[in-house]
């Protein structure tokens, strides 16, 4: 294990912590301590910050926008070539089945690859103003930015934000979560490998409270990237707001799943088990809430917990597993709270929700019926493999139930009538919606949420807009 990188990573080198106090990392699958990580302190963050404001201004910015491309594809090359490195750290930070992990690499560099190409095709207007003369605008970089990432898909998360704010011009200041900081700094390393000026990517691991607070409210800092709880990215659009930073923020989810009576219901029963559980439930676009029209509510629901059980739960380093435990032993203890209040609350609970091994994280995956639409576990993200399933009757009802959510950031829709699929897919509230589908990302497609799920998108052209300060320019006759 000694190749893993374990310091902070600030002008194109790694470098001790100044606060030096390291905390364990644990793999969940073992309980074991992988690394030692100690997180930046308030001077490293400053130090950090100052020197990639530098790093932007002494020629990152005003380099050649082809220029800035070849250094984008050679990371994208790199990453491909550290592929399976990149997933065996990933997966034994935070437990991701190992084939995941592999595709979440693959994902990353072809986020680089987008980007790099993208840079030579983002382009400004030019306006027929009624004066006359030549009106244009420009796509300027905005400086510093701050890229704040979660622990769920660390790696592919810290990719979308890096590459689209270093396309557009700017210098970032990459920040994982305490849990999962290790593909981060290899990233920042790679990038530098590949040619990427020192400074321009800073990366610091370090907790929220300690290392996130310094950032956001950083002067130097222009806006701040986040993904993450919609709690935690509250507090941060506060913070941000002293400043008039812009932030982007992708936040929690509670996302339906509705299928009607007319779609392929097996095919949907069968597909829709990973919708919620993959990544052992913890994915932002969790499908955790099933409506099902009910002339099939019982063949569905039979074949979904039919499917569920037949998921592989096991060690992440195997190919065949499907789910890996939890994160932590305390997020572990969250979602069985969740199982153990629908339990006593008189929920029926078809499937799961036990723990199938003594040491590791894990849990199988819970089926919840019987459930009110006032209940927590109904309501609430849980952030585990949960999920649970209603009848409905009425279209126009379910989509108020549907609507009737803090959340908008993802969903599925299975219908084999068009005009039905075109219908509903306008009325709810979401960022993202697949029609007879489980799919949410696409590196070349907006991805973001409505209401408290966030503000702004990542990927596609629409992010790298986002790392853009939008400049007019008129020249008189
Ligand atoms: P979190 O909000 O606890 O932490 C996210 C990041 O913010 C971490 O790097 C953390 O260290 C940092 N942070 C925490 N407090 C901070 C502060 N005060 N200032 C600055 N930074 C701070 O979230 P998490 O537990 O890592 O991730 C799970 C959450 O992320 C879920 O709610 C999930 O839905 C959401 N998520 C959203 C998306 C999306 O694209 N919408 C994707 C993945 C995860």
């Known amino acids: 294990m000694s190749e893993i990188p374990t310091q902070l990573f600030i002008n194109g080198e790694f470098r001790s912590s100044t606060q030096g106090k390291p905390a364990g990392l644990i793999n969940p699958a073992t309980e074991e301590i992988i690394a030692e990580i100690a997180g930046a302190s308030a001077e490293d963050v400053a130090a950090a910050i100052e020197s990639a404001h530098e790093a932007y201004r002494r020629g990152w910015r005003d380099l050649t926008p082809g220029k800035r491309t070849d250094v984008l594809f050679n990371i994208a090359r790199l990453l491909r070539e550290n592929m399976e490195r990149i997933a065996q750290l990933e997966s034994q930070s935070i437990g991701k089945p190992i084939s995941d992990a592999r595709d979440e690499a693959a994902l990353g560099a072809r986020v680089f690859e987008y980007y790099a190409g993208a840079i030579t095709k983002f382009t400004g207007q030019t306006i027929p103003v009624a004066r006359g003369g030549f009106d244009f605008t420009l796509r300027q970089p905005m400086g510093v930015v701050a890229a704040i990432v979660p622990w769920?898909?660390?790696?592919?998360?810290?990719?979308?934000?890096?590459?689209?704010?270093?396309?557009?011009?700017?210098?970032?200041?990459?920040?994982?979560?305490?849990?999962?900081?290790?593909?981060?700094?290899?990233?920042?390393?790679?990038?530098r490998q590949a040619g990427l000026p020192p400074g321009v990517l800073q990366v610091l691991p370090g907790s929220g409270q300690e290392t996130g607070d310094v950032l956001v409210t950083h002067p130097l800092i222009r806006k701040v990237s986040f993904t993450g709880s919609t709690s935690v990215g509250s507090r941060i659009m506060e913070l941000a707001s002293r400043g008039l930073k812009r932030v982007s923020l992708e936040l929690g989810g509670k996302s339906p799943n509705i299928v009607f009576a007319d779609a392929d219901v097996d095919r949907a029963a069968m597909e829709s088990p990973m919708s919620v559980f993959a990544n052992t439930g913890q994915d932002c676009c969790a499908r955790s809430r099933v409506f099902v029209e009910r002339r099939v509510f019982d063949r569905f629901?039979?074949?979904?917990?039919?499917?569920?059980?037949?998921?592989?739960?096991?060690?992440?380093?195997?190919?065949?597993?499907?789910?890996?435990?939890?994160?932590?032993?305390?997020?572990?203890?969250?979602?069985?709270?969740?199982?153990?209040?629908?339990?006593?609350?008189?929920?029926?609970?078809?499937?799961?929700?036990?723990?199938?091994?003594?040491?590791?994280?894990?849990?199988?995956?819970?089926?919840v019926l019987e459930v009110e639409p006032s209940d927590r576990v109904w309501r609430e993200e849980v952030f585990g493999p949960v999920v649970c399933i209603r009848p409905f009757d009425d279209e126009a009802k379910m989509i108020e139930e549907v609507n009737d959510s803090p959340y908008g950031l993802s969903g599925s829709l299975w219908t084999n009538d068009l005009r039905r699929a075109l219908r509903v897919a306008r009325q709810v509230e979401s960022g993202v919606l697949s029609i007879n589908s489980n799919s949410s990302v696409h590196v070349e497609a907006p991805f973001g949420g409505f209401k408290q799920s966030g503000l702004g998108r990542d990927l596609g052209m629409a992010a790298m807009e986002g790392y853009t300060e939008l400049k007019n320019v008129y020249v008189g006759e």
């Open 301 to 367: 629901v039979d074949s979904f917990t039919a499917a569920t059980r037949q998921l592989r739960v096991g060690n992440p380093v195997q190919d065949a597993t499907q789910l890996g435990p939890l994160v932590s032993a305390g997020q572990r203890r969250v979602v069985e709270d969740f199982i153990s209040e629908a339990r006593k609350g008189g929920r029926r609970i078809a499937a799961g929700g036990d723990r199938p091994f003594p040491r590791g994280y894990y849990l199988n995956p819970a089926v």
């Open 152 to 191: 769920n898909f660390p790696f592919p998360i810290a990719c979308w934000k890096v590459a689209p704010a270093l396309a557009a011009g700017n210098s970032v200041v990459l920040k994982p979560a305490s849990l999962s900081p290790l593909t981060a700094l290899l990233l920042g390393q790679i990038a």
